[in-house]
C-alpha cells in the first residue's frame, strides 16, 4: 500500500512539472514585454488554443498623403514614427504590417502598440498643436491624446449643506435626543413625489453634530441639490411604527415638512440654518421660517487632476475662476475660506499665506512626482469643515507622456498571412502645427 502511494506521488510530480513547462498560463517563466498578456480563445472545434505571440513580426511604412500605394518610405526608429511641423487639421499615415510567419495551423491573436507616445505642453519651443490618433483599418478607432493630457481635469459635488439648531437650555417636548435625522425627497421624471410620513421611504441620514452656538446645538448634513423637500427628526422617533401608531407626542419629535429646498439651502455663497421652535401645528414641531443664512463649509467645483512642471508654478485657488471657471449657474465653487495643504513636500509645495514670497493657494512644485493636494472649505459660522482631494502630477520636462497606447486591439491572424493596420496622427488645432514623439511599436497579446 505505501509503495502504491509513492508510486501515485511520482506520476503526479511528472504530471504537474510538464504542464508547467509546456502550457503559458501553468509558467513561472517570466516573458518578455512583447508576448505578454496571453489570451485564451475558442477555436472552431470548441477547444480552447492559447496565443502566445511568437512568429509574429511587424513592418511599418508612412505617408505624406494615406492615399493606396503612397505607402513608400519605411519607417525603423522614433524619428520616422514621430512628427514636427504638422500643420492644422493634417495627418501622419501610417501601415503596420503584421505578419504570422508561424508554420502548421498556429493562428495568433495579438495587439499593436506605441511604447511612449510624449506630446510637449507647448510651454518649451512654442505653443504646440491637439494630437489625435485613429486607426482606419481593418477596424476603425479615434482617439483625442491632447484632451486627455489637458493641465487640469474638474470634479464637481452637487449637494448643498443645510444646519439645524435646537435650543439648549428649554428643548421643545420631545426632542431631549442628542442624535438628529433628515429625511428628504426629490424631483423625479413624474414630477414631485409625497414624502413619506414615516421618513424617505423610511430612511433616516444621521446629521453631524458640530457645536454649541448662541444657546444651540448645532448639525448639518449634506442633500442632494435635487432635494425639493425634507424634515427633521429626533432619533428613533416612529422607528417600528406604522401612521397610524403615532400619537401627538410622537409626532412632536419631527418637524413639519419643509418646501423649496433649492431656493433656501445652499445658494453658492451661504448656506441656511434651520431652527427649532417650541410651537407644535398639526403634531409636528414647527422651525423659524424663512431659515436664516450662515457662511458655513461646502464646495462645488474643484480640481480632481493638476499636471505641472518643474520650474513653473500652478494657482490652485478655487477662487481662482481663469484657471477654474464657474460652474454654469453657480456664483462661486465653494462657500467659506479655503486651506490647502500637501501630501508630500518633496513633489510640492503649497502655504496658507502671503509671506516670505510665496502665494496662497500656489503650487510650487520641488521634483518629479505624484502627490495629493488637500483643499479644505472652513466655515466661519460654525466648527465643519469639508475636504476634497486633488492628484497632482509634477513631470520633470514639458511633455505629457502615455505608455502603452493601443492602437488595434486582438487582431487574429492565420498562419502564414499578414494583416494591414492603416492609422494615422492627425492635429485638430485650428491655429497651432503640431509636434509629438512616438518611441517604437510593438506587438502585445
Known amino acids: 500500500m505505501k509503495k502504491s502511494k509513492i508510486m501515485l506521488a511520482l506520476v503526479l510530480a511528472i504530471v504537474f512539472i510538464i504542464l508547467c513547462v509546456n502550457v503559458p498560463t501553468f509558467s513561472w517563466f517570466s516573458r518578455p514585454h512583447n508576448q505578454s498578456g496571453e489570451q485564451m480563445v475558442l477555436s472552431s472545434d470548441n477547444h480552447y488554443k492559447a496565443y502566445n505571440g511568437e512568429s509574429v513580426t511587424i513592418s511599418t ?100 449643506r443645510i444646519y439645524f439648531q435646537k435650543p439648549k437650555n428649554t428643548p421643545p417636548s420631545g426632542w431631549t435626543g442628542t442624535e438628529f435625522y433628515i429625511c428628504w425627497n426629490e424631483d423625479t421624471n413624474t414630477g414631485i413625489e409625497s414624502l413619506n410620513a414615516l421618513g424617505s421611504n423610511g430612511t433616516y441620514y444621521k446629521m453631524t453634530y458640530c457645536g454649541e452656538k448662541d444657546n444651540y446645538y448645532n448639525y448639518y448634513a449634506d442633500i442632494p441639490k435635487t432635494a425639493t423637500h425634507a424634515f427633521f427628526a429626533c432619533e428613533n422617533w416612529a422607528e417600528g411604527k406604522q401612521q397610524s401608531d403615532l400619537t401627538a407626542d410622537n409626532w412632536k419629535k419631527r418637524t413639519q415638512t419643509l418646501w423649496n429646498l433649492g431656493g433656501d439651502g445652499q445658494s453658492q455663497l451661504q448656506s441656511k440654518v434651520y431652527q427649532l421652535t417650541s410651537t407644535v401645528t398639526n403634531g409636528n414641531t414647527q422651525v423659524h421660517t424663512p431659515p436664516y443664512s450662515v457662511t458655513g463649509a461646502c464646495i462645488n467645483n474643484y480640481y480632481n487632476t493638476i499636471f505641472v512642471t518643474t520650474g513653473s508654478n500652478f494657482d490652485a485657488t478655487l477662487s481662482n475662476t481663469t484657471n477654474i471657471p464657474l460652474r454654469i449657474g453657480y456664483t462661486a465653487n465653494y462657500i467659506g475660506s479655503l486651506e490647502y495643504y500637501s501630501s508630500d513636500d518633496s513633489v510640492f509645495k503649497i502655504y496658507n499665506d502671503s509671506s516670505n514670497g510665496h502665494t496662497k493657494g500656489v503650487i510650487y512644485p520641488q521634483g518629479a512626482g505624484e502627490a495629493k493636494l488637500y483643499t479644505k472649505a472652513v466655515g466661519s459660522s460654525y466648527s465643519d469643515s469639508q475636504q476634497v482631494e486633488t492628484t497632482v502630477k509634477v513631470t520633470a520636462a514639458n511633455d505629457y507622456v502615455f505608455n502603452d497606447v493601443p492602437i488595434v486591439r486582438n487582431l487574429k491572424i492565420p498562419a502564414g498571412e499578414s494583416v494591414d493596420v492603416y492609422w494615422y496622427v492627425i492635429n485638430n488645432s485650428e491655429t497651432e502645427a503640431l509636434r509629438y514623439t512616438i518611441d517604437s511599436l510593438y506587438i502585445g497579446m
Not at 491632447?146 to 459635488?157: A, I
Open 61 to 160: 511604412m508612412s505617408s505624406t498623403t494615406g492615399r493606396t500605394g503612397s505607402y513608400t518610405t519605411s519607417v525603423e526608429d522614433s524619428e520616422g514614427l514621430s512628427g514636427s511641423g504638422i500643420t492644422t487639421h493634417n495627418r501622419k499615415y501610417f501601415c503596420t504590417t503584421i505578419s504570422n510567419t508561424a508554420t502548421g495551423a498556429v493562428e495568433q491573436n495579438v495587439s499593436l502598440y506605441a511604447n511612449t507616445l510624449s506630446i510637449p505642453t507647448g510651454a518649451s519651443g512654442g505653443a504646440n498643436g491637439t494630437l489625435a490618433l485613429g486607426v482606419n483599418g481593418p477596424t476603425r478607432s479615434y482617439r483625442d491624446y491632447s484632451s486627455l493630457s489637458t493641465q487640469t481635469s474638474l470634479s464637481t459635488r452637487d449637494a448643498m
